[in-house]
């Protein structure tokens, strides 16, 4: 079946632009994450939604950053005024439960980001 | 969280076997161990976890020793699709965020 879904692959912005990046889980899934990947680091952890609820935004880096699930399914990361250091991959992973974090998470390809 | 540490990197021969292990002394009562590889341009994928002893499943074996202070990753007779970076997490189920480190970056020569 269809995996998780991201897009765009690639973005370049210009410094201090608005991008939104978005996320498709995989159908039915109740959990949604996204997660911060710099060149040669390990993801960091972002924002956690299960449904439309974000139960847990303690990964954000700065109000700049938002992110919403209105309808329980697709999800967009929001970036205000980006900065050359938002420069990274973006991944959105999801589950198919509320068991929490730490179930099996699948995730997609990931939103590379370029900020000029 | 408890904290992990493992190879920055490591080399290995296409058909050999190859163990990675990952510290972690002061692993929790009820954390887990996980286990995810990520292989370039794409997202983390789960491999395995396990609580204690052994766990293996179609792709790799987890082994656990009874104090549970460290884990190995062992991938049976590894190919050039292996190389990638493997990632071990250790925490508790429920809302505590995945925690992935820099992860040990597996090189498969042929």
């Known amino acids: 079946g269809a995996g998780v879904s991201q897009s765009p692959r690639y973005k370049v912005a210009k410094r201090g632009q608005d991008v939104a990046l978005r996320c498709d889980p995989i159908?039915?899934?109740?959990?949604l994450f996204w997660y911060q990947q710099a060149l040669g680091q390990g993801p960091e952890f972002l924002t956690y939604?299960?449904?439309?609820?974000?139960?847990?935004k303690s990964g954000l880096p700065s109000d700049r950053f938002f992110a919403e699930r209105p309808e329980g399914s697709v999800s967009t990361l929001k970036i205000q005024r980006t900065q050359q250091e938002d420069s990274a991959v973006y991944l959105c992973?999801?589950?198919?439960?509320?068991?929490?974090?730490?179930?099996?998470?699948?995730f997609g390809p990931g939103t590379r980001l370029l900020v000029l | 969280l408890a904290k992990t540490t493992q190879p920055i990197s490591m080399d290995s021969y296409e058909g050999q076997e190859v163990n990675i292990t990952c510290s972690h002394n002061?692993?929790?009562?009820?954390?887990?161990i996980t286990w995810y590889q990520q292989f370039p341009s794409q997202g983390p994928r789960f491999i395995i976890q396990?609580?204690?002893t052994k766990v293996t499943n179609e792709v790799a074996s987890l082994f656990i020793p009874a104090d549970r202070k460290s884990s190995t990753l062992s991938l049976p007779r590894v190919s050039l699709s292996d190389t990638a970076v493997y990632y071990c997490?250790?925490?508790?189920?429920?809302?505590?965020?995945?925690?992935f480190g820099k992860g040990t970056r597996l090189s498969v020569i042929a």
């Open positions: 992973a999801s589950s198919p439960s509320r068991r929490g974090m730490w179930e099996t998470q699948y």
């Open positions: 159908s039915g899934h109740v959990s």
């Open positions: 939604f299960q449904n439309e609820a974000q139960l847990d």
């Open positions: 002061n692993i929790a009562t009820n954390d887990y």
């Open positions: 396990g609580y204690k």
């Open positions: 997490l250790v925490g508790i189920s429920g809302n505590t965020p995945l925690v």
